[in-house]
């Protein structure tokens, strides 16, 4: 499976005429690859190349944002290349291994950009974020994580972010007479009380397997802290079968065998939204999933939210677990890198645009305006502007979820290599189907760390 899913990556869709909100943040464009200069006069000597990806919103924003550099450095202007999702995959991985890659190379930071760091093939910005301290402190913190390698930064944190959220169906948790979770120990009590109601504890798509992901990131987390997962994608040997790891995959288990799942959940995908239509025709009581999920139930869930019957949290404590209960998991960011094959005027025009037309005000106004929380603290001065309740006090807590985190953990599947992210899936689903033991897992993943 393609760890970049368009269906999960950065949708957050809003009703038409909700305080201007425009259609959702989408992975996958709908042509490509399509070239511009985005300016009047072309390239020079001293410009720069950045490829990215279609589809709006945030086609149109990088076009603008290209054009405000371009309008004010007539010598050195940036040329434009977009692509679809899957194309621009391909054709990054190529232009980079033979070191033909554009200046600035967008990405989504994590394995992939380890990968060019091993081979040499980006820059290393720890210095320049050194020289512009103002620029690195704006940023959410938690996003730098993705941009890290070795302590070493090689990407600036850009456009979005979208944490993991536990949404939960208000209306369900009044018919059993029940408050909402805060640990773990909660959630498995409320398993049976639901389905006494026959409502299904828990929605979800686990034909898709990253849906289930979810629930690992977090319990691996709420355990052991980020320190497990770190080991892994760092390729401490036989990481997988660190105590707290076998804990969280012995834990996921007993919610399976607990009926913690819709029945049949192993047949439900996430790409139809089937899984979000369980919730807010309440059928199922709770949702673990991307705060992406919020614009399609407002559209689609009649008055699921606009009559305030949706709640949402971030992911509980487990009783004497060592995380910290404000880290979250998901994307805390897109991450532009620049080449290390690039001339020195390339290179110093590529800095330029990523310290004044990636994070500056008008683009932080126009992220908001698409209904999306961008990785900077300034976008909380923003959020008076929207006009919807609903849609207000869901921005604030995505805002405050991603910015009070003491770490954002980047998603498994896009962190680990994609081998390594294929074994992770295809074991993640033999998981919660029950057809290996947590010792199993840990062992099939142990043999893939480092690769």
Request: charged share 20%.
């Amino acid at each position: 499976m393609d760890p970049i899913t368009t269906s999960r990556r950065n949708f957050l869709r809003f009703t038409a005429g909700a305080a201007g909100l425009a259609a959702g943040l989408s992975a996958c464009g709908t042509s490509g690859p399509q070239s511009s200069d985005s300016s009047t006069g072309g390239t020079t000597a001293s410009g720069a190349t950045y490829w990215f990806l279609t589809g709006p919103p945030q086609e149109a924003i990088r076009d603008v944002q290209v054009k405000r550099f371009n309008d004010a450095n007539s010598g050195t202007q940036i040329k434009t290349t977009k692509f679809q999702n899957d194309a621009f995959k391909q054709k990054i991985k190529t232009a980079i291994g033979a070191g033909q890659a554009p200046t600035l190379i967008w990405g989504w930071g994590g394995g992939g950009l380890k990968s060019y760091v091993d081979a040499n093939q980006v820059e290393d910005l720890t210095g320049w974020f050194g020289q512009n301290a103002a620029l690195k402190d704006g940023i959410f913190p938690s996003a730098f994580g993705a941009a890290t390698v070795g302590s070493k930064i090689y990407a600036m944190p850009v456009e979005t972010t979208t944490p993991i959220v536990l949404f939960y169906d208000k209306r369900s948790f009044e018919k059993i007479g029940a408050e909402p979770p805060k640990s773990w120990g909660d959630i498995m009590n409320l398993v049976p009380k639901f389905n006494e109601k026959g409502i299904a504890p828990f929605s979800l798509g686990g034909q898709s397997r990253w849906t289930n992901m979810m629930w690992l990131e977090f319990l691996f987390d709420r355990i052991g802290g980020p320190e497990v997962f770190q080991n892994i994608f760092d390729g401490k040997a036989d990481g997988w079968n660190d105590p707290a790891a076998i804990q969280a995959l012995t834990e996921v288990q007993n919610l399976v065998k607990a009926n913690g799942f819709i029945k049949g959940f192993s047949s439900i995908t996430a790409d139809s939204n089937a899984d979000q239509a369980l919730l807010y025709t309440g059928k199922a009581a709770m949702m673990l999933h991307g705060a992406w999920t919020y614009g399609n139930m407002k559209t689609s869930g009649g008055d699921f939210v606009t009559g305030g019957h949706l709640g949402y949290m971030n992911f509980p404590p487990v009783d004497g677990g060592k995380g910290d209960p404000s880290n979250t998991v998901g994307n805390p960011g897109q991450y532009l890198s620049i080449s290390s094959k690039a001339t020195d005027g390339e290179k110093e025009t590529a800095k330029k645009f990523l310290a004044n037309n990636t994070l500056d005000d008008a683009s932080v106004d126009a992220w908001v305006k698409s209904g999306n929380i961008p990785v900077v603290k300034s976008a909380k001065d923003k959020l008076s502007s929207v006009s919807d309740p609903n849609d207000k006090a869901w921005l604030n807590f995505v805002y405050d979820t991603s910015a009070n985190a003491k770490t954002f953990a980047q998603s498994w599947d896009q962190a680990l290599s994609p081998a390594a992210a294929e074994t992770l899936l295809d074991n993640i689903a033999k998981l919660f189907q029950l057809s290996v033991t947590p010792q199993q897992f840990a062992s099939n993943m142990n043999a893939v760390i480092g690769k």
